[in-house]
């Protein structure tokens, strides 16, 4: 049988093409859409979280919830072991006043190792941030009227209630995306923080440029794993709801798939109406057709298969390499705030598997209607 | 007489051309209906963000977004204030203080904007409806301020309790007022109860005891955010700032503008892979009638003829499937957005993200237009594509017909 059904692959080459062409087309367009998709949220996800919060951040329980110089955690309580103690860096965060010396204004001040926050990755220009040294947000230096090279005093609250004050040149300043933390935000190196707060050698937690599959699982019972969807709300909001509008796009477009692939396959059944009726007026029986076609349907399919996946795969790693751009005011938007305009195409091998196996399974459903239509053949009509 | 011999050859295989419509009708359905559910999805995100957030329309002078200081007041207000309520489209609007300060209690501080109501009974962005403990803002109380859920949480306080707001004065001097929590307020626009906290106008005026501390904002509401009247009150009024909710919420703004334009990407995506099905099955089709083709050329009938048959075949198909297509989209949208698409039963948690489980679809007759338009561009690129391939000479068969 498996014969056979080779043979008549290759009996009508062309049709054996179409079928193939609009299998592997299909899983190729399911492919591509998942990536464009998982790209684009990935790639704003990393814009959005590069600024402040970070992807990801270790700290003592609900120290999210309720921030402050109380709450910090000493140093050292992060254990080497821990899988990603390579590429947490830590940060000490409060607010105090920033001074001119003819005016203050609250700020957020972030102490950080300018070597390893993704703070200052995210920025190419790499920030000069020297012990001793400030960095103020474009917004709050504008408001302070302050040029690199001024000197400011921080003025507040450091640990255990003492009195925090400290005098620092200003060594550059930065654009931040966000509007309130563009007012905000002064940043020191880590060591000048812990003196000026007098928190010893103490840390409110730890940043990370990612959150994959990050877990709390070797980390000591006070500390605790949270990412951007608790970080940043409205974001999580906007993803969410977009996901949901992306999986209706998806189920939509498995309709349209299916619908492609039912037309090819009806009339690829029809054309092959004589031949079914000759076979069964041979005395050939319709479960040897079945399983023939059976066959037929498996091989196609797995053609199918390694193409779409190759040219959908091909395709994906282009776009990574080479990714969409945003057109308008949308672009115009987005570059202005120092966000990305561009959706690099997710590479994830899953992606590949997962959709191809979705368009398989709808192909396969549907090979269910050559079956019903030779179980129905009448053998006698045929001449 | 191509025009008989295209709508014969339509009749005469009913379920070849009947599989075509519907694919074609298939594609404008589906376009027009996912978008509909992202707009349904994403638009009331986008009006909470408006209504309790940003306004349609915000004023300022030109310094105010960078400083956010009180010295960068909008002068002359009233007459300001004015003239913006005669311009034709503008709604409701309202005068407001903004600042930035630190909300602080005897263990720990907060930095946060403040928003100063000088009417209470303007409420243009209707945080009053979203009181969920306590009152409004009262001209009967001393020092009243109502502060988010979030930020009462953090600075565990509640109704009643006493905080000490820092902020600057129009001189720079650092000033600090005692006021008394009045209410809560919880709001569907992620973010908000952390960054504001409402007070009177009145009483940052007489903490600062030392003249007027100007109002720096107006804020205006109008029927979806129209970029003419951004510009003409923009052109009234060429030294202030005039910007609509996306400049204002910035982040979110683009971040919504870029998931839109996905949107649209993605259903292109998909309109195209229908396009390719329907090239697919379409050139199988004509397999089966390449005998036919063959014989029409050899009665006489050139290339160009012929691919003028095939494609007046494609219009017809297509003129008959667009208005279809469209009363189906219609339907569903309208149908699905009265009665609403439940996805309660999907169990996608909705609820924990804050958002209801029941989705409105909807859809600007705009959008129907261009997403329509887009499934008909790409179905005649198909056919065309069909009709070209098929009448090569590469395609026919030596002989007419087999004997």
Redesign the interface.
Known sequence: MLQIAWRNIWRNP??TL?AI??LS??IT?AI??RA??KG?HDS?VKG?TSGFTGAARIQKKGYW????L?HSISETILPPSYHYFKKASPRLES?A?VNNG???????IIGLKPDSDPLVEAYAKKLKIPPGGLVLAE?LS??LNANIGDTLIILG?GYHATQAAGKYPVTDILKV????LN??LVLLDLGSAQELFATGKMVSGWILSEDDHLEASGLPEELEVINWRTM???????????S???L??QV??Y???A???F??I???T??RKREFQTMLSFGCMRKKIISMICMETLIISLIALAIGILVGGAISLYGHEHP?K??G??AR??E??G?PSV?PLATDPWIWIRQSFAVLLISLGLSVYPIWYVLRLKPIESR | MILALAWRNLWRNK??TL??I??II??IW??N??MS??YG??EP?IEN?IQFGTGDIQVHSNNF?????LKDSIPEIQSVFSEIRTMEGVGNLEVRTRS???ISTL?????T?LVGIQDMNANVLEIPKLITDGEWLSEKDKNPIILGQSLA??L?VKVGTKVVV?F?GPD???IAGAFKIKGIYTSP???QEI?QVFLLSRDLESIHSNGSIGRQEIIIRNEGTDQNLIQNIQNAFPNLTVTGW?EAA??????????E???F???I??V???G???A??G???L??RKNELSMLRNMGMDRIQRMRMILTEQMLIILFALPVGLLLSWLTISILGITGLD?TAAA??FKA???PSY?YPRLAPRVYGILSIFVILISLASSLFIGFWTTRKAFMPQKGIHG
């Open positions: 062309s049709r179409f062409l609009a087309g299909a367009f591509l859409l464009t998709q684009q704003l959005l919830e309720e921030p402050g109380e607010y006043l003819e005016q203050s204004i609250p700020g957020l917004g504008s408001a609250q995306s966000a509007p309130i007012r905000q940043i709300p409205w974001l999580e909001q906007a993803l969410f709801a977009d949901i509008a992306s209706v796009v939509m477009l309709l349209v798939i619908f492609g692939l037309g090819t009806m009339m690829m029809a054309e969409l945003y057109i005011e949308t938007g987005l202005n705030m966000l959706i | 379920f070849r599989i075509t519907m694919g298939i594609g589906a376009a209906t996912a559910i992202s999805l994403n995100r963000a977004r960078q400083s956010f200081s930035i300060g630190l263990t720990n501080g907060v930095g904007e949480e953090r565990k820092h600057q720079e001097q650092l626009f992620p973010g960054s996306k910035p982040e979110m703004g683009y971040t919504a503008m870029a998931l334009q996905g949107m990407g993605f259903i995506l998909m195209l892979a229908l390719f099905g329907l697919n099955s050139l199988m089709a397999l089966e996805f996608l948690g993200f804050g958002m989705v």
